[in-house]
């Protein structure tokens, strides 16, 4: 299948609209984890990802401890390299051995991250990654200018061909772009979690960086296959039992949003994730969004949303949902 694409920013790097978030797939027995997952069903949801047009695939290190990027490396070890998708992954997150379910540590000393990106290397089976990003900002006394710099020279070393932040606001931004060009960044946004919409996309359309913007369906919230008996039936280890949108009136809110999804789905003949995934990539500076995906049939759930383009009736049909529900923060209307 084509896909239509879009420029990640400067980079020289076309990417699908739509790439694969290989967060689930590195499984559970760690703090953030999804719960157990088959290395199996992650495989056959790249494969079928490719087979389907995807062009680019987001990891992490702390994803499964680095499983995830094992499972990646295995899934693309056949593929000739004219077949070969982006491999995107991140650093900056350093975990105990010994403990997994403590929280990783945001570390962000030059050091560690250059252990970490021979790691990925490692891991990935590659000579070099096509974008790398902090994941988070360093809360390791590391200032954005030292972690930024770092990652500057792994470029002008051929170790990475893009670098990019994750999770960092605009002043961050900002300080990083006076030492060189911050080619990408990856918020999380969706119609429930909006707030990069009023400030970190519309820096990066100003000064040409790409947007890969991940938790499109919010994790599950906007799929059209969650419910309140879905998350009563939820593995114990999976993270989602600790996060505010799924507990009490919030994941009531967020439930009565995504039946507007499915409604206008309905109308469009596509799933309510495609509409989700939609509404995301109709931002001005978005370049594409993360999904993620635990199995073929998933993909194949969501994949429409890479090409469908909402209508000015119904981003207004769900701002307006936005605003009757009170879901979520952030804006619910495009730049004027």
Known sequence: MSLPTRPLGTTGMEITTVGLGAWAIGGGDWAWGWSRQADASSIAAIRRALELGISWIDTAAVYGLGHSEEVVAEALRDLPKSQRPFVFTKCGQVWDEANPFTQPRRVGNPASLRRELEASLRRLRVDYIDLYQ???P??????VEEVWQCLLDFKAE???RAAGLSNHNVPQLAAAETLGHVDSLQPPFSAIRRDAAAAEIPWCRDH??????????????LSGGFSLQRM??????DWRHRSGDFQGEALQRNLALAEVFTALGQERGVSTASMAIAWTLAFPGV????V???SALQVEGWIAGASLTLTAAEMNAIAAAITKTHAGSGPCTLPG
Request: charged residues 15%; positive net charge.
């Open 158 to 160: 051929g170790k990475i």
């Open 134 to 136: 902090m994941h988070f």
């Open 292 to 294: 993620g995906a635990r």
């Open 138 to 143: 360093a809360a390791d006394g590391s200032s």
């Open 232 to 237: 009563g039936s939820l593995a114990k280890d």
């Open 287 to 290: 370049s594409g969004a993360i």
């Open 208 to 221: 040409g960086t790409g947007v890969i913007v991940y938790s499109p369906l919010q994790s599950g919230l």
